[in-house]
């Protein structure tokens, strides 16, 4: 089996899990409302801020969702902003790492809110929103690395980290700004 079939199958567990996760826990249709619109401003603010490099309102939405719903609608509302918001950007192989990335920022926020009792505050979120947005971009300079072909290394991963340091950059600093 390649490097790249492991990833990918690794990668469509990630996103299954996840959705069964949702899934079997049976939410209430209040929840599952709360989900779809949550989904749809992620979509929104994906599609608005397009023009953009790297700007996203995404990364907020579904760290907001985990934080506020708890992990599996998080995980929902991330990997469905990015499936859909797709549809207007274009879908290609990094679809399913957009997908499980805003997931994970979904699962990081139900994460901070239980460790902190939700009483972070806005400079808090915003931090937290910040730091998704890096590990989002380590999460996509990865599936380039994987995606595309070539040596699997560290050195090449960090080359491409190199590469996309402004980038990386630019949505961490407008997580940020949006969480403010």
Do not use: K
């Not at 929104?44 to 490099?53: D, K, M, Q």
């Amino acid at each position: 089996m390649s490097w790249q079939l492991a990833s990918l199958l690794i990668l469509a567990l990630v996103i299954a899990g996840g959705f069964a996760w949702y899934e079997r826990a049976r939410p209430p249709a209040r929840i599952v409302a709360a989900v779809a619109a949550l989904a749809a401003l992620g979509i929104a603010g994906r599609v608005a801020l397009a023009p953009i490099p790297n700007v996203v309102a995404t990364t907020d939405v579904a760290l907001l969702a985990g934080y506020t719903l708890g992990g599996g609608p998080g995980f929902a509302v991330g990997a469905l902003s990015g499936l859909v918001s797709n549809f207007w950007l274009g879908q290609g192989p990094w679809t399913p790492w957009q997908m499980a990335g805003w997931g994970m920022v979904g699962l990081i926020g139900a994460w901070v809110a239980a460790g902190g009792g939700r009483r972070l505050g806005r400079w808090g979120l915003a931090g937290v929103a910040a730091l998704c947005g890096l590990l989002y971009g380590a999460l996509l300079d990865l599936s380039v690395m994987v995606t595309y072909g070539g040596e699997q290394s560290l050195d090449r991963y960090l080359a491409l980290s190199a590469r996309g340091i402004p980038f990386n950059i630019a949505h961490a600093a407008g997580n940020a700004a949006l969480m403010l």
